[in-house]
């Protein structure tokens, strides 16, 4: 990662280039807590909850290719072991009372992995208050297992897989060291490292960094700030309101729809391509391609 003063060029309200000594912010804060976080061990994210009634379940199955995980209300942590020829489920059950720990459920057969819970009138989404039901998974599988995961709402931490599909409702991502990436995220802040494949994200809501994908990147985000460093590929973003900051991308970068905040590139071996947004907000430095950029409006500055 980069953290020396560079000279950026800004694009003044009357178009002139103009050279501005400036220090590059860095993702390196937001990816040490990352790293802080996943290196934490199932068992000791478990002990850190409250819970009321509680049972736990330990599950082991032979492992296939891909595994699919239905998860519900909770943390889900998948963790990739090499030499690893079996999934191991280590799940803590969470309630209110004993009714609704009653109605909570685990299973893992095959290529599945799935959980039951009470009704929603038995206070499965009751986050607050003093009901609740939900469960917390700690997962380990050979590192070459293929990911698909549904979950409604909590952490996810995903490590050392290969591809990994993940539709999430709501909670904080973090993933790192794994094969191809694609999130269709609902809310929650995203951190991603070290992807081997693509990645792509669908996200409505909640800030996102991502440092070092060997394919392309394809964000489209609703809103939050977007970081981005150390892509080989080509990354497209498009994104409704939030910062924008890349860093040191191998192919192009496309900025699409972008709309309030600054956005800031630096370090790109291709082109620079920002097809909407105000040309007075787009900050650029280390462009070895071409420059494509929206004109300056008139009378501003």
């Not at 800031?264 to 787009?282: A, K, Y």
């Amino acid at each position: 990662m980069i953290s020396r003063a560079h000279c950026e060029v800004v694009e003044s309200s009357h178009g002139t280039a103009v050279a501005v000594r400036v220090a590059l912010v860095t993702t390196a804060a937001a990816l040490a807590a990352t790293a802080a976080i996943l290196a934490a061990t199932p068992s000791a994210l478990f002990a850190q909850e409250d819970c009321k009634f509680m049972k736990t379940i330990e599950l082991t199955e032979p492992a296939v290719g891909t595994l699919r995980v239905n998860a519900g209300a909770g943390s889900l942590s998948v963790r990739g072991v090499e030499g690893a020829n079996e999934f191991r489920l280590a799940a803590k059950l969470c309630a209110s009372d004993e009714r609704r720990l009653e109605g909570l459920g685990v299973t893992l057969r095959g290529d599945r992995l799935d959980t039951t819970y009470p009704s929603s009138r038995g206070g499965l989404f009751s986050w607050g208050g003093n009901r609740y039901a939900r469960i917390n998974l700690a997962l380990e599988v050979p590192m070459d297992t293929n990911l698909r995961v549904d979950d409604r709402s909590g952490i996810i931490h995903i490590i050392d897989t290969g591809d990994v599909t993940l539709e999430d409702g709501s909670g904080n991502i973090l993933i790192r060291d794994v094969g191809s990436l694609t999130i269709h995220d609902g809310s929650g802040s995203i951190s991603v490292s070290r992807v081997t494949g693509d990645f792509r994200l669908d996200d409505t809501s909640g800030n996102l960094t991502v440092d070092g994908v060997s394919g392309d990147v394809v964000i489209d985000d609703g809103s939050g700030s977007v970081i981005v460093s150390d892509v080989n590929g080509d990354v497209t973003v498009s994104d409704g309101s939030g910062h924008i900051r890349i860093n040191a991308v191998g192919g192009s970068v496309r900025l699409d729809e972008i709309g309030s905040g600054s956005v800031t590139v630096h370090d790109v071996d291709g082109d620079l391509v920002v097809r909407d947004g105000r040309r007075e907000r787009i900050r650029y430095s280390d462009i070895r391609g071409k420059l494509d950029l929206p004109p300056a409006r008139r009378g501003s500055g």
